[in-house]
């Protein structure tokens, strides 16, 4: 996904990260305080990509480790977030050797595309956490609330000019359209058109197209209970959110959990 690689450095365009995320971070942060049996001391987060929820959370939760797949975008994140611990590593897969007081989550869920995928992720969450510990799923969509069609769009500029004198602001601007071509199966398509402004006064435009997955309710819920999790839906409640739009999943691993 070019978003990820080729056009990592003009992440920070995509919102500030320093007021957009500041609202939503903490609404994380509350659930999973709230799930954890004890205090949080330790959290990590898979699919941190540019971290800019990192950027709130960790003045919550210091000591905080993050993961990504995709080199280009930690180095984003290290940028924002130089005093976090930052792995390279697919959520899939990752064994780092070690527990967490809470395992976090955000949208990179929705890259597993197949119930294969997303129980592997659930997997790598469960190997990570302590018992009595605490996670927070908070994928984009569930089956049950998936809207025919949407479209989104956003992007800013530079806060200020930088390089030669004269030189103009970076922005950006991108549409987001979000569809599924066959609700029979667990995939949906996200495209994005990218518009891009370099220092140079020059444009262009790139289409990039994410392939994202799409599960009911009650197979999250399955799932997170046979990794070992007892856990719960509950909505994603934001002033600037349509009511319903949005849920999560946090929960608790189980003292003894079930290793599948």
Known sequence: MRLYE???????????PATAYAVEAGIYADLLADAC??????????????????????????????????????????ALNPECEHRLGDMRTLRLGRTFDAVFVHDAVCYMATEADLRRAIETARVHCRPGGAVLFAPDYVRENFPDEMTDDGGCD?????????????????LEW?????????????????????????????????VEGLFTRQRWLDLLAEVGFEARSVPFVHPEVEPGRHEMFVGRLRASPTVP
């Open 6 to 16: 080729e056009l990592a450095e003009w992440w920070p365009l995509l919102d500030d």
């Open 37 to 78: 049996d004890g205090p949080i001391e330790s959290l990590l987060e898979l699919g941190s990509g540019g971290g800019n929820n990192a950027l709130h959370m960790k003045r919550r939760f210091p000591n905080l480790l993050l993961t990504d797949i995709s080199e280009e975008m930690l180095s984003v994140s290290r």
């Open 158 to 174: 530079e806060p200020a000019p930088t390089g030669p004198a004269g030189a103009h602001r970076r922005g950006l601007r991108y």
């Open 178 to 210: 979000r569809w599924d071509p066959d609700p029979d199966d667990t995939q949906y398509v996200v495209d994005y058109a990218f518009l891009l402004r370099d220092r140079d006064g020059s444009a262009r435009v790139v289409h990039d197209r994410h």
